[in-house]
Nanobody
Framework: QVQLVESGGGLVQAGGSLRLSCAAS????????MGWFRQAPGKEREFVAGISRSGGNTYYLDSVKGRFTISRDNAKNTVYLQMKSLKPEDTAVYYCAANYGTVYSQPSAYDYWGQGTQVTVSS
């Protein structure tokens, strides 16, 4: 069992930055690939970024490449999403998720989810 708790969301102006954190419980965090997803009102949940168990491989949604950076600290059981040059279209609830294995872009592949944190980007 893994419990995930996101933090760091908020209201920011376009062009601003935020860093999201996702703290995981348990001693097996390093066995899980981690993903960040987002869901805007009326839209499906979409993959934003993913990171392999060791942190050696990262994956991004095309529209966030060069602006967002995913990282993890296995000693702290935490995964991060650094977001820069934010745009109004980045507004959504952001979720972290854990998959026992590899990174997938499909939400259904993930075993555990956090409760989400709201990110609002004003124009």
């Amino acid at each position: 069992q893994v419990q995930l708790v996101e933090s760091g969301g908020g209201l920011v102006q376009a062009g601003g930055s935020l860093r999201l954190s996702c703290a995981a419980s348990g001693r097996t965090f390093s066995l899980y690939a981690m993903g960040w997803f987002r869901q805007a009102p009326g839209k499906e949940r979409e993959f934003v970024a993913g990171i392999s168990r060791s942190g050696g491989n990262t994956y991004y949604l095309d529209s966030v490449k060069g602006r967002f950076t995913i990282s993890r600290d296995n000693a702290k059981n935490t995964v991060y999403l650094q977001m820069k040059s934010l745009k109004p279209e980045d507004t959504a609830v952001y979720y972290c998720a854990a998959n026992y294995g590899t990174v997938y872009s499909q939400p259904s592949a993930y075993d555990y989810w956090g409760q989400g944190t709201q990110v609002t980007v004003s124009s």
